[in-house]
């Protein structure tokens, strides 16, 4: 998701220095590994390119919003509460997860172009500014709408929040972004390193075998969709205020905090950084989230 023309010089010049070859470098031992060819464009319309990224998020979001529209039916909501919740959902996870980008990885450049901000149709989306997005959004439609406690929404949201997320990787797959370091699996990929240039028609530049470290995410957040619809349908564990969200948030943040052992950093300051800065955000949500689960523990309704 963290994506920008700035960053993209910055990691380019990473990679190089990390040793990265083109194609024709590539030595015989890295004939098992996967060539990853997608191009991030499907097909281009009035001039504007659709992508597969795009097209990833549209799904991951309508499938969401059919699966708390059923809940919230399910439940015997007004439909004006979930009318609500789609037009504050949306605008705080895009405002969201572009501020997030903007200011958690490149707040120097953004500050200094202040007018790029509003152009997240060109890349920059950060996760954990989603969520904020989301948590902050939902704080107010909590307020203004159902006037009940956040937990109460958060707890509905959180149920397709997995399937959303690992569309969201699905996209990036596409995209050639954020992926790992090497790897001699058999399933590391070739992805292409000069993605922009070869969209101009430039011939690929490939990375050596890297770990698609965008589908194990992509795995993890489809296990926690599992596990919140099962907690939701099969289980009382709705009862228990944010007992749901609890076990979504610490399962999402803990499998991002060890995945980013083996990312590539994504902007040049986290380089030599014990822990870079998608680690060092996902520490206050794993807290949050444990914290969420023992209080729910502790009492059958809050």
Avoid at 245 to 272: D, N, P, S
Wanted: hydrophobic residues 50%.
């Amino acid at each position: 998701m963290k994506r920008s023309k700035y960053r993209e010089a910055n990691i380019s010049e990473a990679n190089i220095a990390e040793g990265k070859y083109r194609r024709s470098q590539i030595s015989n031992n890295m004939l098992l590994s996967i060539t990853w060819e997608v191009d991030p464009t499907i097909f281009t319309l009035f001039g504007r390119e659709i992508r597969w990224y795009g097209l990833f998020w549209a799904i991951g979001l309508a499938v969401a919003m059919y699966i708390v529209h059923r809940i919230f039916k399910h439940e015997n909501h007004p439909e004006k509460w979930y009318d609500s919740l789609v037009l504050y959902m949306v605008v705080g996870i895009i405002v969201g997860a572009r501020l997030g980008h903007c200011f958690f990885y490149e707040p120097a450049y953004y500050l200094a172009n202040p007018g790029e901000i509003l152009r997240f149709w060109d890349g920059g989306l950060a996760s954990h500014g989603g969520v904020i997005g989301i948590i902050i959004a939902v704080w107010l439609y909590s307020r203004k709408i159902t006037k009940k406690n956040i937990l109460w929404t958060l707890d509905r949201v959180m149920v397709p929040t997995g399937f959303t997320a690992a569309m969201i990787r699905f996209g990036n797959l596409t995209n050639h972004e954020i992926f790992g370091g090497p790897t001699d699996a058999p399933w590391g990929f070739q992805f292409v390193d000069n993605v922009g240039a070869w969209m101009r028609g430039a011939e690929p530049i490939f990375t050596v075998p890297s770990h698609p470290t965008q589908i194990y995410e992509a795995l993890v957040y489809l296990l926690v969709f599992g596990v919140t619809m099962y907690l939701y349908w099969k289980t009382n564990a709705v009862q228990r205020q944010g007992l749901i969200t609890g076990v979504g948030i610490v399962m999402i943040f803990v499998a991002r905090f060890f995945i980013e052992f083996i990312k590539h950093e994504q902007v040049a300051f986290e380089y030599g950084m014990l822990l870079n800065m998608g680690q060092l955000l996902s520490i206050p949500f794993v807290v949050w989230g444990v914290w969420l689960i023992w209080r729910a523990m502790r009492n059958s309704k809050v």
